[in-house]
């Protein structure tokens, strides 16, 4: 496995993006906002539109490769796209952003 899907092209996922492209981590971000991907697309770093929650969107962004998964964005439905990914993925490591301490346990 290698690379790393990022959720979510905010403040905070450009910040992750800037991180891993320092360490040489390959990373391909889903977004929700089509002019963003083709502007973060336009940046050499691949995007995928569509919706997280869906299998599909986290298997084109590249699921079964990917060594780790960051939701940067403040998702109501992180723990969905958490529950997906781990079950077609269970050694994926998983960070997640979140807004209120209320929201960690649902996402553990």
Same mark, same amino acid.
């Given at each position: *496995?290698? +690379?790393c899907i990022v959720?979510?092209?905010? *403040?905070?996922?450009?910040?992750? $993006?800037?991180?891993?492209?320092?360490?040489?981590?390959?990373?391909?971000?889903?977004?929700?906002? $089509?002019?963003?991907?083709?502007?973060?697309? !336009?940046? +050499?770093? *691949?995007?995928?539109? +569509?919706?997280?929650?869906?299998?599909? #969107?986290?298997?084109?962004?590249?699921?079964?490769?990917?060594?780790?998964?960051?939701?940067? !964005?403040?998702?109501?439905?992180?723990?969905?796209?958490?529950?997906? !990914?781990?079950?077609?993925? *269970?050694?994926?490591?998983?960070?997640?952003?979140?807004? #209120?301490?209320?929201?960690?346990?649902?996402?553990?």
């Amino acid at each position: *496995p290698s +690379g790393c899907i990022v959720i979510g092209h905010g *403040p905070v996922g450009q910040q992750v $993006l800037r991180v891993l492209a320092e360490r040489g981590v390959p990373a391909t971000v889903i977004e929700m906002n $089509l002019a963003t991907v083709r502007a973060v697309r !336009a940046t +050499g770093i *691949p995007a995928v539109y +569509g919706d997280a929650t869906r299998v599909e #969107t986290l298997i084109e962004a590249g699921l079964d490769r990917a060594e780790s998964l960051v939701i940067s !964005a403040d998702l109501e439905a992180a723990a969905e796209v958490v529950r997906q !990914a781990i079950a077609r993925r *269970p050694d994926l490591r998983i960070m997640a952003r979140c807004a #209120t301490l209320r929201d960690v346990e649902p996402l553990r």
